[in-house]
């Protein structure tokens, strides 16, 4: 047998080829095709991450809850508790917030859509049937906007930081603000 793998390599100008050989140099080539497999699954993993992370409402996504206070018109505030949920699904997404105390609650809806920096859209607030428009700006998780409905206007501050996200309200109406700190 070794002899006609000597004689065969003679004639063709190549080294003989053992069967040892050819299987170290198939697991040679599957190893290489699989280091090759992994690294295009990661890159492309790694660039879905990066471009989920761009959205403007990268992290938001999920339910937060956490203390705050309103503030009424009359001049007193109560400790609230809040409970937000949102639903991002790249440039757009969906927020109910409700915050409740003994003797105060406000269910906030909205549903936004960020382009460009600017962030438009519409809310309401169901326990009191109102609702309009939103418009401002924001990425990254930071937001400035301002709520408006028929005799009513309210601006927003939103801060996400990881687990972490602080929203300011201040209103011209009988609920005159609201500081909220959610956590996830």
Known sequence: MGLQLVSRAAVDGKRP????????????????LTFAAVAFFLTAFAASTSYAQSSAFAGMAGTWSGPGTVMLDDGSSERIRCRATYKVNGPTMEMVLTCASDAYRFNLQAAV???????SGTW???????GGSIQGR?????????????GFGASIALKTAGNKQHI???ADSQFR??????SK
């Open 17 to 32: 080829v053992s069967r040892a050989s050819r299987a170290s140099e198939f697991f040679a080539k599957a190893r290489r």
């Open 113 to 119: 859509v960020a382009a460009g920096g600017e962030v």
């Open 124 to 130: 309401s607030e169901t326990s009191r049937n109102v």
């Open 138 to 150: 924001g990425a990254n998780g930071s937001f400035q906007v301002v709520a408006q409905a028929a």
């Open 168 to 170: 300011a309200m201040r």
């Open 177 to 182: 603000a609201a500081n909220i700190t959610l």
